[in-house]
């Protein structure tokens, strides 16, 4: 555990009750084992919408879509919402929590490469997710400037992997991002900072 379990808990008592849509794809998500970002995360993504005004938004790695209903909810009518991911069953349920959440009409469902729907997708955007598989986070911080306007937000999560970026011994995936950090936060063209929340949450606004 990266915040102490107690905290963590704390947290996650303080955190309004979730509605019915919401609430279903928690449940999912734990009896199924796909990975979330959970509503402790999903909040402060939706803070960071609502504070940044975001309207025009890519999601890199969006599995049953529940950051991206959080997403698509803060930023309101008239936002351009851009869910992607590989798997057809995960976007075709996703779909489904959209049209039942009243949010479809704003989001665009890319099935496949993430970063391949992010490169055929013309334009800049206000604000960009990435939550894709950890391997792949180098390739990311490579496609992600070009594609995002000045002062615009680039939010990353699981930048602390379950700590695992501490251990001398790194496996492929932990040194993927380790390496996304490093050069996160080194980068020219973004002003980082890091959130021990759950497991890491990376901002940067691109300068």
Known sequence: MIVNPAIEQYIADLLPVRDPILAEMEAYAVANKVPIVGP??????????????????????????YSTLWIARAAGPGAEIHYSDGDPANAS????????????????????????????????????????DKEGYPDVLEAVPSKLREGALFVTDNTLWHARILLPDQDETTQAVDTFNRRQFSHPEFLTGMIPLRDGMTVAIKL
């Not at 803070?47 to 025009?56: E, F, N, P, T």
């Not at 929590?97 to 496949?112: K, L, M, P, S």
């Open 40 to 65: 402790g995360c999903a909040t402060l993504i939706a803070q960071l919408v609502k504070i940044s005004k975001a309207k025009r938004i890519f999601e890199l790695g969006s599995a049953i879509g």
């Open 93 to 132: 349920r996703a779909r489904g929590y959209f049209e039942r959440a009243g949010v479809a009409d704003r989001i665009t469902i890319h099935t496949g490469d993430a970063l391949s729907a992010l490169a055929a997708t013309p334009g800049q955007f206000d604000f960009i997710f990435n939550d894709v």
